[in-house]
Nanobody
Framework: VQLQASGGGVVQAGGSLRLSCVVT????????LGWIRQAPGKEANFVAG????????EYADSVKGRFTISRDNARNTVYLQMNNLAPEDTAVYYC?????????????????????WGQGTLVTVSS
């Protein structure tokens, strides 16, 4: 699959941003979709993931209660609503996909669980 993220920008602490990612290629409904972020000089970290139906989600502890992942399969799009942003949320955000290979699949909660990544979109939170 190919993934194209957008929506990054500069926001003050406490503000909100909504990231979008259009997914093309193989059947989107056969993939778990997620968001991964990488701060300058740091390793990439999992942020959120969502099952094809949208019924199952996973979040990193650092974003629970502030970020919400959703998807619109009709539009082949996954979203990340980010509220109450803090300077430590500053990072390049990547949308990513994980193909489903079994009916007993999980929503990966690590960056390595996602095999296809798009280009990133930069989010900068000023204090």
């Amino acid at each position: 699959v190919q993934l194209q993220a957008s929506g990054g920008g500069v926001v003050q602490a406490g503000g909100s941003l909504r990231l979008s990612c259009v997914v093309t290629g193989r059947t989107v409904s056969s993939h778990v979709l997620g968001w991964i972020r990488q701060a300058p000089g740091k390793e990439a970290n999992f942020v959120a993931g969502i099952a094809p139906s949208g019924g199952r989600t996973e979040y990193a502890d650092s974003v629970k209660g502030r970020f919400t992942i959703s998807r619109d399969n009709a539009r082949n799009t996954v979203y990340l609503q980010m509220n109450n942003l803090a300077p430590e949320d500053t990072a390049v955000y990547y949308c990513a996909a994980s193909p489903i290979r079994s009916v007993f699949y999980n929503v990966p909660n690590t960056a390595s669980g996602y095999t296809d990544w798009g280009q990133g979109t930069l989010v900068t939170v000023s204090s």
